[in-house]
Structure formats: C-alpha cells, structure tokens
C-alpha cells in the first residue's frame, strides 16, 4: 500500500475514534436525593455507571452519616433515537448523625485491573431542623434500621402471645406469630410494565426488629415507593390480626422476557418473653413486669418469581418502547409571537408506565418556521402506585415572516398492558398568529438548546478533520506521484483458500476447568464469556439468548433453564459482591456439568 494512503487512513480513524467517543460518552457520577435536608431525614445517593463494563464496585466509608439500606443494584437500558445508554446503579440510603455541611463521598469502579474510576463527591447541607420540606423523613425507631420497638397506640397486641407457656419453644412461637410477608401487584407482566412489590414485616409480638438484609433488583428498572409509615396497619393473615410494617415498596420495570425473581428480605426480632408461673397479668397490662429473657430471630419472605411476557409483534414503526396508559397535550403558549425572537412549542406527555422509554415525539415544522432540539422536563407522583408521570418537551422556534401558521398535530405510540394493544394519541392542530418583530443583528442563539449546541459543535469539528484530512491527502498523493517509480508488471499469484475451521465448542469447557474464583480477578465475567462463547459455538445463538434454546431444543429444556439462571448469577455476579468463594466454585462446577451434558447429548 503505498505511504500516503496508509497516512489517508490513519486520519480516517482519527476521525472515527473522535466520533465514536462523543456518541458512546462513558461516566460514573454520584447523585442525591436532595442537596439540603434536615437532620432527621434520609438522603438516597445513587453511583451511576453509564456505559462502563464494570468489574468491581468499592463502597466508600460514610463518616458522619448511618447506612440505613443498600447497597442496592440495579441496572437499565435507555434507547433515545439511535443512541443506546446502558446505566448501572449502585443505591444507599443515609441518615445524618450531625448537622453542618456533609460530604457523600466518591464511589470506586474498577473497569479492569488497571483502570479505575472514580465518582465525583457532593456536599450536603444539613440543618438544624428535624424535616426540610420534599425530603424523606426517618422511618419510626430506625437508631438503626428498628421497625418496631413498642406497640402503636391503637395496637391490639395480645399480650398472651408474649407469655411462654411450659413445653413452648419461643423460636417457634415467633416463627409462628411474626412474618416477613412479599405481596405484588401482579405475577405476569410485559416487558416495561409496572409492578408493585411490597415487602411487609407481620408481627402479633411486641419486639425490637431492624432490616439485615434489603432486597436487590436485577434486571429491571427501580422506583422507590417505601413512604413515611409510623403507626402499623392491621392486616388478617391466615385468620390471625397482623400488626403490619412496610420495610420497603418499590416499583419494578422487567427490562427484558423470560423470569424476574424478587428476592428475599430479612428482619433480625429480638422479642421478650415471660414466663406464665411468674406473670402478674395486671402489671403485664401496665408494662410492670419485667421480662424473663429475650429470644432473637431472624425471619425472611420466600422469593417470588414474576413471568415477563414478550411485546407482541410486528411492532409499529413509531413504537419506542413505551409501556403503560397515556395522555398528551400542545401548546405554544399565551404571549404574542413574533418574528425574530424565541417561542417555544410545549408537549406534554403524563400518565402511569415507564417514563424512562418515552423520548421527544417528531414535530413536523411547516415552512416558514425554523425548530431545534427540545428540552426536557420529568415530574412523578410517588404518593400513588403505580406512578403518575409527567414529561415535558419544550421545543424551541423561530419564524421569519408574519402572518398566521398552523402546526399539524403530533403523534405517539405506546403499548397498552391493559387492552394489550399498541395505541397511538394525536395532539390537535395548532393554529397561532406570528406579527413582525424588531430586526436583530445577532442571530437568535438564547433559544438553541444545548443538545442543539452540541450536535453542531460535532459537525464542526468533523469538516475540520475532513478539511485537514483532504488537505494531506491531496498533498502526499501530488508528492508521491512525482517520486513514485514505474512499477514492475504484476506477476498473478494463485492464492489457496484454506479449509474453513472446524469449532473444538469442548475448548471452553476446558477454560472453565481452568477458572479459580480466588486468583481470577474477573471470574464471573470470564466465565459469562466462556459459557456464551460455548453457545455461540454449539448453536451459533448469543449467550442471552438461552430462552430460544429451550424452545429449539425440548429434549434439553431443563438444562437451558439452568444455563439461564447461571448465566443471570454470573451478570450478577460480575457488578455485586453477593456470591463468596464457595459459591463461586459451585457455579464453575455447575456450568462444567450443564455444558459436559450438552456435550454428550451431541452422541
């Protein structure tokens, strides 16, 4: 290849490499609930990933702040035109122990075992006030994480049950009186569609309890519902009265088909007993008498497992992803409009789904009017389940010339879970009068919105490399053309095609064999990677997609099950310190008998 064009692609990489990085731009970033609270509220901080394959998450040290919940994790998938963002989040909840100004300090990702990054900190103002407005107060008795520590003021506790009887097993006596209890909204679902979990401690004891272990979400969005509950609520389990406590709600959006399974939480119960020779039932009414030991119990719900359905196909054209039950609605405002200086088009889309699919709908601008990228406002009501959403687009315009306009009405498509259909709404027609402004010798540039900016900004910067690029180009090729010799006639060389390769699939059974969760930095990740290299070589599928398999391949439809769930350990895995050692070696000797089985059916 002669020089100048080897010199003629090297900028051509250049310039891919700048554009590829201004439309795939990674980050990891710390955000807050709040930027002030008050000293007896919670703040939720959230360390968000975008577009980063992470290996390792390192919680930071939190002084002067209480973990009250988390870390959480969880992790969604945003499409925007053809921009795809890939975001995982890592979520805590925290409560002061002073006021002044506080640091929430930076989060560690390590993205391999030479690059780490790390996020940004933020400062809180703490006052010396017990709530600030919008912010989510202390749960009752949560110095830390208590749910209960005495009965509510209108609570019907039989004081029986806290007596201990000669031959009863207290374990067993709170195990049969106090619960962990995980209702949803729903047990099948769409991708995208709302579910409400709820997860309740159910207790007919008096005791101290307090939240060990929060569940953790995979594979689906998450918006938190839990509310400021102080007083219990009763509830009839299993022909028993129930004090009730809500340890959390949330609000999930399955990302993709197949098996969502909610986890369990655990409430550590430390409970007093009497002893029925030696209870005076008068002071026990009064609280007089004094306990004769205490018992502690930790108890958990049984998981639950939501079916996510498929979107029914064909879609529509105009579908982006939006699930739920909508309304829309245009204007372009009250004041005069004139030519030369800003107006603005507001599109406002509200309702209950996933507000994270719905993107700016396509305004078709008639001649005459000049409209740039929108901005974008969200709003949610969390005191409803599911969540109102409001999201509002601002379109930004200019027209040159007076007279009257009219803008043609704006679509949007969305699926409806419960007609289980795709509908599209249209905002009406939009008619306004444009009078004749002042003339401005500077272009209207206030009204351009950054996104707007930015794109153009882009395209500058790839003419220059362009400009620059032809400009070489033209110069190596005149120069070479001067000194280049004339080339010896071309002698035709028969050119072999070997024999294509033959895939050895067993070669990354091997691998796996050669995994060690203890000395491989990276295991889950590597072992994601050979279980999906196996599949890709056997059956020419991704590694996801395992739930094709088990239709393609009834005879082996309890193995892909399997498959499926160690692969979604492994996603796990690979972002969460939730598996030790053990369990790590159990996964490779797992993964290595499922694909040894795949293996021999093969004979």
């Not at 107006?343 to 305004?363: D, H, Y």
């Not at 000049?370 to 969390?382: L, T, V």
């Amino acid at each position: 290849m002669p020089e100048y064009m080897k010199t003629f692609l090297r900028y051509i990489w250049a310039v891919l490499f700048v554009i590829s990085s201004a439309s795939f731009a990674q980050s990891f970033t710390t955000r807050v609930s709040s930027k002030a609270i008050g000293k007896s509220d919670l703040l939720e901080v959230q360390y968000v990933a975008e577009n980063l394959e992470l290996a390792d998450f390192i919680l930071p040290s939190f002084p002067g702040w209480v973990v009250q919940s988390g870390p959480n994790f969880s992790s969604n998938r945003m499409q925007s035109g053809n921009t795809i963002t890939q975001q995982i989040i890592y979520s805590v909840t925290l409560q002061p122990t002073r006021t002044g100004k506080l640091s929430v300090p930076a989060a560690t990702v390590n993205i391999d075992r030479n690059n780490k990054r790390k996020s940004n900190t933020v400062t809180i103002d703490v006052k010396p006030v017990d709530h600030v407005a919008g912010n989510r107060r202390t749960n009752m008795g949560s110095q830390p994480g208590a749910i209960m520590d005495d009965p509510a003021q209108d609570e019907e506790t039989d004081t029986r049950d806290q007596v201990l009887r000669k031959g009863e097993n207290p374990i067993n006596k709170i195990k049969n009186n106090l619960l962990v209890k995980l209702d949803i909204s729903k047990p099948t679902c769409y991708v995208g569609e709302a579910v409400i979990a709820t997860y309740k401690l159910c207790t007919r004891l008096r005791s101290q309890s307090r939240v060990v272990k929060q569940p953790e979400f995979s594979g689906c969005t998450v918006t938190e519902l839990t509310t400021e509950q102080t007083l219990p609520k009763r509830e009839m389990i299993n022909g028993k009265m129930y004090n009730v406590y809500v340890i959390r709600k949330v609000q999930l959006f399955p990302l993709q088909p197949g098996e969502v399974i909610l986890p369990k939480a655990s409430v550590a119960n430390n409970v007093m007993f009497y002893k029925e020779e030696d209870l005076n039932y008068r002071d026990l009414f009064y609280n007089r008498s004094t306990p004769a030991f205490e018992q502690e119990v930790t108890v958990s719900n049984p998981p639950s497992v939501i079916k996510v359905k498929p979107l029914p196909m064909p879609q529509p054209d105009a579908f982006t992803g939006a699930v739920g039950r909508f309304t829309m609605e245009a204007s372009v405002g009250d004041g005069k409009i004139t030519t030369n200086n800003n107006a603005a088009l507001s599109v406002v889309i509200e309702g209950i789904g996933n507000l994270q699919q719905i993107v700016a709908p396509t305004v078709t601008w008639p001649k005459g009017i000049e409209g740039f990228d929108p901005a974008q406002e969200e709003e949610s009501d969390k005191n409803i389940a599911p969540v109102r959403v409001r999201k509002t687009f601002t379109y930004p315009f200019v027209v040159a010339k007076k007279g009257q306009y009219s803008l043609p009405g704006t679509g949007f498509c969305y699926f409806d879970p419960v007609n289980e259909r795709y509908e599209t709404i249209q905002t009406a027609a939009l008619s306004f009068n444009v009078e004749r402004g002042r003339k401005q010798v500077l272009p209207v540039s206030n009204i351009i919105s950054t996104s707007d900016f930015q794109t153009r900004l882009y395209l500058l910067i790839i003419a220059a490399f362009v400009a620059v690029i032809a400009g070489l180009y033209w110069f190596n090729f005149k120069r070479s053309r001067k000194k280049q010799p004339v080339p010896a006639p071309v002698v035709p060389v028969k050119i072999e095609t070997p024999p294509p390769a033959i895939i050895d699939s067993e070669q990354y059974i091997h691998a796996i064999r050669d995994l060690n969760p203890i000395e491989d930095y990276d295991f889950y990740k590597q072992l994601k990677r050979h279980i999906s290299s196996y599949l890709g070589a056997r059956y020419h599928v991704e590694g996801n997609d395992t739930a094709a398999l088990v239709n393609a391949q009834p005879g082996e439809q309890e193995t892909f099950k399997e498959l499926d769930q160690l692969v979604r350990d492994c996603s796990l895995g690979m972002y969460t310190p939730v598996f030790d050692a053990e369990e790590a070696m159990k996964h490779r000797l797992r993964a290595i008998e499922l694909l040894t089985k795949l293996e021999k059916a093969r004979f």
